[in-house]
């Protein structure tokens, strides 16, 4: 009995599934089609939909209706491609019917979009103009084509087309919204070629149609940074910034346009409203590190030296609580280079002890111990302590090898200059320049091979013209780039002591990223500018008596990425005319191939 029950159940639930949907083996009129649809869409059944009006357009090819609703239900599973390939022979077959266009219409426009959502711009793009050329008033049709058009950058076309949507519904704010970005990108195209007024035009268009648009605010507030006006484009930034806060993009652009403010004033000469601009910047955006860096570079202009180092305290500070940010290490080695500088200066006003209590301090939030120790060391040398000192900057480099030992690699490069010259420098233990972080480095004076320096005979340190390489020419050691060219100090008199000044130098990047530096060149001998590029060979300036100099001669040597520590160098090939009494079994006269000068020598090279 209870089998027999079961079944009878079975067969129930059968029989009234057969009443509710058609089967084969079940025959209903177009009516009940209708009614299934209602019941259909009510429950949002699509899966079972599809099955059902798939029959119902095979018994009635004609009823287009069927088609339609077919269509639609195509649509509400997403499938755009299939819904098109069903409905593209019914439009053949009915062009004139409304909803068979409006539905052949809407099968164009999702496959459109969906086309457009993978990237596949060009193919959205031939979908979209079908959708708008069969119903070219239609509201959804304009701003499909008028966003492709802009996508596939047609900027002109895409506005013309847009515009024309805003007029027939101004209320429609899709269609406002692409304006806004069709204006916006064009004129940032007209922008990057330099027809400033066209992007102007569009910007302000752009503004018109919204005054509230974060992206015409923030578009235009870029372009009048580009144009140089910094204060209407600060203006703009914080507007938009305190509307939209959640725009990641308006505070590192209103940080940018603040620097770009100071250092435009910079440059024109107005340091004192450079500062005050930065000092603005620092207490608005105080995490913003760098505003300390150039509050510090700023105040060492103007012979600030306590000032820029607090400014450098602070920044080393802050830093040292972004320990994870990939900007940690750089800012470290801004700081190290910025000092430096500072400490030269201070040395010079005999505040020794100064200088060690702000070593103490920056030694608390500076990561490498290597620029500590090399900082210590200058200062220890220049304070009388020069083994000291020579000790602590050889730890140094000894530190930094550890973690980066690829700079013990040598580096093999052309010979700088064309005659007889002495060598010194080198890791000599008795000059802080040439030891430590800057032991690879190299000193050429000019010299005979009897060992004059002098064209002369006279009595006492004589001028720089009595000196046989002063004026000789430089040449570029390696193919490169000018980064930096300063020509502006005058020639010192030659000394027995030298001073902890600035000199002229020119500095050659090369193709791996390495600084080729020659340093104390002649006043205004420069030959060449920043950005240009050069051949190894080329003349690029002068021998001089310029910086931290005693008699003319050329300082070389070639610096790391980061313009820390120097490399080992090796010269293509000079001829050895003197060796180095400590050093035993070179040859007198031959011709050394990618080999290093040694303390002393005295070589030639054509």
């Known amino acids: 009995m209870k089998n027999l029950k079961i079944d009878f159940t079975i067969c129930l639930l059968l029989f009234l599934f057969l009443l509710a949907f058609p089967t084969q083996s079940y025959s209903i009129n177009k009516n009940q089609y209708y009614e299934y649809y209602n019941k259909i869409q009510k429950n949002k059944d699509w899966v079972l939909g599809e099955k059902v009006f798939k029959k119902a357009v095979n018994k009635y090819p004609d009823e287009i209706p069927f088609h339609n609703i077919l269509n639609y239900i195509l649509r509400s599973q997403?499938?755009?491609?299939?819904?098109?390939?069903?409905?593209?022979?019914?439009?053949?077959?009915?062009?004139?019917?409304?909803?068979?266009?409006?539905?052949?219409?809407?099968?164009?426009?999702?496959?459109?979009?969906?086309?457009?959502?993978?990237?596949?711009?060009?193919?959205?793009?031939?979908?979209?103009?079908?959708?708008?050329?069969?119903?070219?008033?239609?509201?959804?049709?304009?701003?499909?084509?008028?966003?492709?058009?802009?996508?596939?950058?047609?900027?002109?076309?895409?506005?013309?087309?847009l515009q024309n949507g805003m007029k027939l519904f101004p209320e429609n704010k899709s269609i406002k919204l692409n304006m806004i970005s069709a204006l916006l990108l064009r004129a940032n195209k007209n922008r990057?070629?330099?027809?400033?007024?066209?992007?102007?035009?569009?910007?302000?268009?752009?503004?018109?149609?919204?005054?509230?648009?974060?992206?015409?605010?923030?578009?235009?507030?870029?372009?009048?940074?580009?144009?140089?006006?910094?204060?209407?484009?600060?203006?703009?930034?914080?507007?938009?910034?305190?509307?939209?806060?959640?725009?990641?993009?308006?505070?590192?652009?209103?940080?940018?346009?603040?620097?770009?403010?100071?250092?435009?004033?910079?440059?024109?000469?107005?340091?004192?409203?450079?500062?005050?601009?930065?000092?603005?910047?620092?207490?608005?955006?105080?995490?913003?590190i760098w505003f300390y860096y150039y509050l510090?570079?700023?105040?060492?202009?103007?012979?600030?030296?306590?000032?820029?180092?607090?400014?450098?305290?602070?920044?080393?500070?802050?830093?040292?609580?972004?320990?994870?940010?990939?900007?940690?290490?750089?800012?470290?080695?801004?700081?190290?280079?910025?000092?430096?500088?500072?400490?030269?200066?201070?040395?010079?006003?005999?505040?020794?002890?100064?200088?060690?209590?702000?070593?103490?301090?920056?030694?608390?939030?500076?990561d490498k111990k290597y620029f500590i120790l090399q900082l210590k060391g200058i200062q220890t040398y220049h304070s009388g302590e020069e083994d000291k000192g020579i000790d602590l900057v050889y730890q140094a480099y000894d530190f930094l090898i550890k973690k980066h030992p690829q700079y013990k690699d040598p580096l093999v490069v052309e010979f700088p200059l064309r005659g007889t010259y002495a060598i010194s420098g080198n890791s000599r233990r008795n000059a802080i320049t040439h030891a430590g972080l800057d032991r690879f480095s190299f000193d050429f004076t000019g010299i005979t091979k009897d060992g004059a320096t002098r064209k002369n005979n006279k009595n006492g340190m004589g001028e720089n013209a009595d000196y046989l390489g002063f004026g000789n020419p430089i040449f570029a050691t390696v193919d490169g780039v000018v980064e930096i060219?300063?020509?502006?100090?005058?020639?010192?008199?030659?000394?027995?002591?030298?001073?902890?000044?600035?000199?002229?130098?020119?500095?050659?990047?090369?193709?791996?990223?390495?600084?080729?530096?020659?340093?104390?060149?002649?006043?205004?001998?420069?030959?060449?500018?920043?950005g240009q590029k050069v051949k190894s060979g080329e003349i690029i300036g002068q021998i001089g008596n310029t910086g931290m100099t005693t008699i003319p001669h050329l300082h070389y040597g070639v610096y790391s990425k980061d313009w820390v520590v120097t490399l080992p160098l090796k010269f293509r090939n000079y001829k050895l005319i003197k060796e180095d009494l400590t050093k035993k079994g070179k040859k007198l006269n031959e011709t050394m191939i990618n080999a290093i000068p040694s303390h002393n020598n005295i070589v030639k090279s054509e």
């Open 296 to 366: 510090a570079e700023f105040n060492k202009e103007k012979n600030n030296y306590e000032t820029a180092a607090k400014y450098l305290i602070k920044m080393a500070a802050k830093n040292n609580k972004k320990r994870d940010s990939k900007e940690y290490y750089h800012v470290e080695t801004s700081i190290y280079h910025s000092i430096k500088q500072i400490f030269y200066h201070m040395t010079n006003n005999k505040k020794t002890t100064r200088i060690f209590q702000i070593l103490n301090i920056l030694q608390k939030y500076m």
């Open 485 to 530: 060219v300063i020509d502006k100090y005058a020639d010192l008199k030659p000394s027995n002591h030298y001073s902890l000044v600035n000199g002229n130098y020119i500095s050659i990047k090369d193709n791996n990223g390495f600084h080729h530096l020659f340093a104390h060149l002649k006043h205004k001998s420069a030959k060449v500018v920043k």
């Open 192 to 288: 990057d070629n330099n027809m400033l007024a066209k992007a102007n035009e569009d910007y302000q268009r752009a503004i018109k149609i919204d005054p509230k648009d974060q992206w015409a605010i923030l578009n235009y507030a870029i372009f009048k940074r580009v144009k140089g006006d910094f204060i209407t484009s600060v203006q703009l930034l914080e507007e938009g910034l305190s509307r939209y806060p959640e725009n990641k993009y308006f505070k590192p652009n209103l940080i940018h346009t603040i620097f770009q403010f100071g250092k435009n004033e910079h440059k024109k000469g107005n340091i004192d409203k450079a500062i005050s601009i930065f000092n603005i910047g620092n207490k608005r955006f105080p995490d913003s």
């Open 78 to 161: 997403k499938k755009y491609s299939e819904a098109l390939k069903q409905m593209q022979p019914v439009y053949r077959k009915y062009p004139e019917n409304k909803d068979v266009i409006e539905n052949y219409k809407w099968s164009l426009h999702f496959l459109g979009w969906d086309k457009d959502k993978q990237r596949k711009k060009q193919e959205a793009l031939k979908l979209f103009e079908k959708s708008y050329r069969l119903i070219n008033d239609e509201q959804w049709g304009i701003n499909s084509w008028g966003y492709i058009l802009k996508e596939v950058g047609r900027f002109d076309k895409s506005i013309q087309v």
